[in-house]
């Protein structure tokens, strides 16, 4: 039976009450977690994640009342489950609209449950944030809510696991979805603009299956792996405390672009809202967040509600100016390999999933010349179940307006135009260097240009001859087809592997010789 709309009303209002009521007590007696569940698969994840936060910072808090001063390690604990806490406050409203069709009972259930989830999670954030500046002062009144309530018995509406997953099942690795971009117009106005000076590209196709890729360290394990149905070799991340895989760079410029592809198998209803990807920028390549600055973004992977995207930096040993949540749902496009693009220009910051740009930070970057390592972590999955891969990590230089140069120098060549392997399909992500490209077209309307495809050494001479000029034929087409560009504007060419401005020994000097160059003629 569904409970009458005044109910639900009742429902929302305290609900929200409860969670907004500013200046939760500290408690000298804990709150108690609900010993049953209610069936209902968000509210359980829910209340679960929001208890198991609490014990963690009710530890911490015991500690200061103790007078033990907290490390550096607890410090880092406390702000990670932060931004948990955080996220999870976020997917409060959505819980409230699951109990849709559930009965009065159950509905009453959820209702305590969520309550005094709620209750820890608050006392949790604002318990957190003064230890952690320090400003920790406690109350001597009790809070009311330490008692056990009628919902810890109450089995008798319990579900089980299964149903409560609503039929849901962990993905198998070898049932991996394509990509869902799969065509090039929802592209069209993409702005992304990669680097055009590698300076660190792994596709991992030189490692062997099973092994830790030779050109990243770790703190913990990984392992490349091949996945059926999907191509090559992808590096398999283990999710972890303080558990980093860090690429072998040392120096970022003040210009450069990253970008790689994700793919994600066994994320389900049940994956913890705290389960994210951190992408750091550091100033150490110590296995930690950094020593005096970093700045870092959050990616969400948590599936019964949407999250946001977290960015926070920390800048001369303290909290710098930037802790936020972005508005963002990706749950659809990290179950379907998507493609990550980050852009730091200076102290700006932006991040694209796919086509869509989430960050865009103005000062994200508060220290010039200090961050010079990258960094990923990956907090919250459960081993075995719940896994994480990456591919095609490139880092390079530049990313800087194209559309000047073509127009000063009458030329430019480009890493950033990526296709297919062995194919002449654009890949989506590449078409920020196409729209730049067609935007000094429509402003120079005399400029017609020559379009010339290169590529590495794999293969024949005659099947690379004519991948090259496939590939420049099908720039040409981009820009007539998508972006109204006049065929007679442009004429393409390839030279196969004939001249090659890298070692086609490498894996970096391969991607360096698959280009395209534009000349204005």
């Given amino acids: 039976m569904k409970h009458p709309a005044f109910f639900k009303q009742f429902l929302i209002t305290i609900c929200l009450t409860v969670f907004l009521s500013p200046n939760l007590e500290a408690q000298t007696k804990k709150i108690k977690r609900p010993k049953s569940r209610v069936g209902v698969a968000s509210v359980d994840s829910f209340v679960q994640e929001s208890f198991d936060l609490y014990d963690k910072v009710y530890k911490y808090d015991g500690y200061a009342a103790s007078g033990t001063p907290l490390e550096d390690d607890d410090i880092d604990v406390l702000e990670e489950a932060l931004a948990e806490m955080s996220s999870l406050s976020e997917s409060a409203p959505d819980i409230i609209n699951d109990l849709d069709g559930v009965g009065v009972l159950k509905q009453g259930k959820a209702t305590l449950q969520v309550n005094r989830a709620k209750k820890a999670l608050q006392y949790s954030i604002k318990t957190a944030k003064e230890l952690l500046l320090g400003q920790r002062e406690r109350e001597t009144q009790e809070d009311d809510d330490t008692t056990t309530s009628d919902d810890d018995n109450d089995d008798g509406d319990e579900e089980s696991d299964n149903d409560a997953n609503n039929g849901h099942s962990n993905d198998d690795t070898e049932e991996e979805p394509t990509n869902v971009s799969d065509g090039l117009e929802v592209y069209s106005k993409y702005d992304f603009v990669p680097g055009d000076k590698i300076l660190f590209f792994d596709d991992f196709s030189q490692d062997f299956v099973g092994d830790l890729p030779s050109k990243w360290n770790t703190n913990g394990s990984g392992a490349i792996v091949k996945l059926n149905k999907v191509e090559g070799n992808w590096f398999e991340l283990k999710a972890g405390y303080r558990l980093y895989v860090i690429p072998d760079i040392n120096e970022l410029p003040e210009d450069y672009t990253i970008e790689f592809?994700?793919?994600?198998?066994?994320?389900?209803?049940?994956?913890?809202?705290?389960?994210?990807?951190?992408?750091?920028?550091?100033?150490?390549?110590?296995?930690?967040?950094?020593?005096?600055?970093?700045?870092?973004?959050?990616?969400?992977?948590?599936?019964?509600?949407?999250?946001?995207?977290?960015?926070?930096?920390?800048?001369?040993?303290?909290?710098?100016?930037?802790?936020?949540?972005?508005?963002?749902?990706?749950?659809?496009?990290?179950?379907?390999?998507?493609?990550?693009?980050?852009?730091?220009?200076?102290?700006?910051?932006?991040?694209?999933?796919?086509?869509?740009?989430?960050?865009?930070?103005?000062?994200?970057?508060?220290?010039?010349?200090?961050?010079?390592?990258?960094?990923?972590?990956?907090?919250?999955?459960?081993?075995?179940?719940?896994?994480?891969?990456?591919?095609?990590?490139?880092?390079?230089?530049?990313?800087?307006?194209?559309?000047?140069?073509?127009?000063?120098?009458?030329?430019?060549?480009?890493?950033?135009?990526?296709?297919?392997?062995?194919?002449?399909?654009?890949?989506?992500?590449?078409?920020?260097?196409v729209r730049q490209i067609s935007q000094v077209l429509m402003q120079e309307e005399s400029i017609k240009l020559n379009i010339i495809g290169h590529t590495d050494s794999d293969g024949s001479d005659e099947a690379n001859l004519k991948l090259s000029k496939d590939r420049a034929a099908a720039v040409k087409e981009a820009l007539v087809n998508i972006y109204n560009i006049s065929a007679d504007r442009l004429t393409t060419d390839g030279k196969g592997e004939t001249q090659p401005v890298g070692d086609n020994g490498t894996t970096d000097g391969k991607a360096l010789n698959r280009r395209v160059e534009f000349v204005k003629t």
């Fill in 261 to 433: 592809d994700v793919l994600t198998s066994g994320l389900s209803n049940q994956t913890s809202s705290g389960a994210r990807l951190h992408i750091v920028l550091s100033d150490t390549n110590a296995f930690s967040n950094g020593k005096t600055h970093y700045a870092a973004v959050t990616l969400p992977l948590g599936q019964y509600a949407a999250f946001n995207i977290n960015a926070y930096n920390h800048f001369n040993g303290k909290g710098g100016m930037i802790n936020s949540g972005l508005t963002a749902d990706i749950r659809d496009e990290v179950k379907n390999q998507p493609h990550i693009a980050i852009s730091v220009t200076k102290k700006r910051y932006r991040l694209w999933v796919n086509e869509v740009k989430y960050v865009d930070i103005p000062r994200f970057i508060e220290e010039l010349d200090v961050l010079n390592y990258l960094k990923f972590h990956l907090y919250g999955l459960k081993d075995g179940e719940e896994r994480v891969f990456i591919k095609n990590i490139k880092v390079a230089e530049g990313g800087v307006d194209l559309r000047r140069k073509l127009l000063s120098e009458g030329k430019i060549s480009t890493n950033g135009i990526l296709f297919d392997s062995g194919s002449a399909n654009i890949q989506p992500q590449s078409l920020g260097i």
